[in-house]
């Protein structure tokens, strides 16, 4: 974030620089709509997948079976 800062914080705009603090929660805010919506596309395809293979308990997935990653059948996306 320091190359965009460096560009928008600029003397002209001081002291309270809205637009620089604009253009910052624009960032903060795009990176919390694209969270949700991944978190959202995972508890999607995590319901289809259950709803294939039945629900799966992580501690009866072994790694060996994950190395496919979302192409194995038992994989299932966790965003904690």
Do not use: C, H
Request: overall charge positive; cysteine-free.
């Amino acid at each position: 974030m320091g190359v965009v800062s460096s560009n928008i914080f600029q003397n002209k705009d001081a002291p309270k620089y809205i637009p620089a603090l604009a253009t910052t929660a624009a960032f903060g805010g795009m990176g919390f709509l694209l969270t949700l919506m991944l978190g959202a596309w995972m508890i999607v395809d995590n319901k289809r997948r259950d709803a294939k293979q039945g629900k799966v308990n992580v501690r009866d997935v072994s790694t060996e079976e994950l190395r496919d990653g979302p192409a194995a059948e038992r994989f299932r996306l966790d965003l904690t």
